[in-house]
Structures are given as C-alpha cells and as structure tokens.
C-alpha cells in the first residue's frame, strides 16, 4: 500500500497564490505518473495536471499558464504551484500516483484538500 498526504490548501482572494504539496509514503516500488485532480459541488472530478517520471508535464487548458506541476523523485514528492487564482479554481484537490511493481500498476489518491478562492 501507498499512502499520500496533500497539505496546502487554504483560503486565498482572487489572483493570490497558494502551492500544493503531496508526500507519499509506504510500499513504493517505481512511482511513474503523479497528478493532480479537483472536483468542485456539482461538478464531475478532472484533471488539474500531470508529471511522468522524466519529468514530461501535462495541464488541463483551465489552468494552462497558471498552475505548475514538479515533482521529487527523490523523496516522492509531488508539488502543485497555482498562481493568478481564480474562484471556479474552488474545488478539493486530490493527489494521485501510478506505483508499478513490475507487473501491475496501481493507483493511489490522496484525500484531498480544500482550495476556496474567494474574496
């Protein structure tokens, strides 16, 4: 098993900022993507963005320019840098990873952190 801890979230104004991190933990053989989803009332879960493990990066066109994906392999970390905030950014993001143990992949998330954009 594979635990994920997001920390982060919080309430920011309009146009603030506010980094998202995500730790994981436990049995991790090869983490291969890391990603970042968000579902906000009424809404189906999306995806926010996405690293693979060369470093490859991949964004949803809602936050193309704003939102930076990183991640740490070193110590299975994965980072979500938003900026220029807006309030349809209000959801509860969820961090997400793919652990391939040789032969399976597996899919982990994390339980989620409040992002409320409000002012």
């Known amino acids: 098993q594979v635990q994920l801890v997001e920390s982060g979230g919080g309430l920011v104004q309009p146009g603030g900022s506010l980094s998202l991190s995500c730790a994981a933990s436990?049995?991790?053989?090869?983490?291969?993507?890391m990603a970042w989803y968000r579902q906000s009332p009424g809404k189906e879960r999306e995806l926010v963005a996405r690293?693979?493990?060369?470093?490859?990066?991949d964004y949803a066109d809602s936050v193309k320019g704003r939102f930076a994906i990183s991640r740490d392999n070193a110590k299975n970390l994965v980072y979500l840098q938003m900026n220029n905030l807006k309030p349809e950014d209000s959801a509860v993001y969820y961090c997400?990873?793919?652990?391939?143990?040789?032969?399976?992949?597996?899919?982990?998330w994390g339980q989620g952190t409040q992002v409320t954009v409000s002012s």
């Open positions: 436990g049995r991790i053989l090869s983490i291969t993507r």
């Open positions: 997400t990873v793919k652990n391939f143990d040789g032969r399976h992949t597996f899919l982990y």
């Open positions: 690293v693979t493990q060369d470093g490859r990066t």
